[in-house]
């Protein structure tokens, strides 16, 4: 798993909109990268919807929010479509994007990790807990706590 202080992996992948995303071009603002096991499931499900209900506030202080899990562009359309989720969801089903970051699990599903990556690309903190409740109130404490 890649640490604290390091660059985040580059990854180029789809996205539930079928555009690509390359996390590159997000320099220059916060990235909160969550992995989820998979879409539409119960814990998945309470994070994700987590992120969407503080996302308009974390956008407004320049902070982008990029979920990944390794379902495909349709799962993960469909995810986005019934929750509402106004955040990119990456389709990692090559799984490169889990392997890259180290939480790929034997079953072939993501763990449920959350790397916060300043605006200069390094890794500043990471979330390692199959609460998902934690992971956005962990994004909330970081970045919307005055």
Same mark, same amino acid.
């Given at each position: 798993?890649?640490?604290?202080?390091?660059?985040?992996?580059?990854?180029?992948?789809?996205?539930?909109?079928?555009?690509?995303?390359?996390?590159?071009?997000?320099?220059?603002?916060?990235?909160?990268? /969550?992995? /989820?096991?998979?879409?539409?499931?119960?814990?998945?499900?309470?994070?994700?919807?987590?992120?969407?209900?503080? /996302?308009?506030?974390?956008?407004?202080?320049?902070?982008?929010?990029?979920?990944?899990?390794?379902?495909?562009?349709?799962?993960?359309?469909?995810?986005?479509?019934?929750?509402?989720?106004?955040?990119?969801?990456?389709?990692?089903?090559?799984?490169?994007?889990?392997?890259?970051?180290?939480?790929?699990?034997?079953?072939?599903?993501?763990?449920?990790?959350?790397?916060?990556?300043?605006?200069?690309?390094?890794?500043?903190?990471?979330?390692?807990?199959?609460?998902?409740?934690?992971?956005?109130?962990?994004?909330?404490?970081?970045?919307?706590?005055?």
């Amino acid at each position: 798993m890649p640490s604290i202080g390091e660059i985040a992996p580059d990854f180029d992948a789809p996205t539930a909109t079928g555009t690509t995303l390359k996390l590159s071009s997000l320099r220059g603002h916060p990235v909160v990268l /969550y992995f /989820y096991p998979q879409a539409d499931t119960p814990g998945c499900t309470v994070e994700s919807k987590g992120f969407r209900d503080i /996302y308009k506030e974390l956008r407004d202080r320049h902070v982008e929010v990029v979920g990944v899990s390794c379902d495909s562009v349709d799962d993960q359309c469909a995810f986005a479509e019934k929750y509402a989720l106004p955040f990119p969801l990456v389709a990692d089903a090559s799984k490169s994007v889990a392997t890259a970051y180290a939480v790929l699990r034997p079953s072939g599903r993501a763990r449920r990790v959350t790397f916060f990556i300043g605006g200069d690309g390094k890794i500043q903190e990471i979330v390692d807990s199959s609460d998902a409740a934690n992971h956005v109130a962990k994004a909330h404490a970081r970045y919307l706590k005055a």
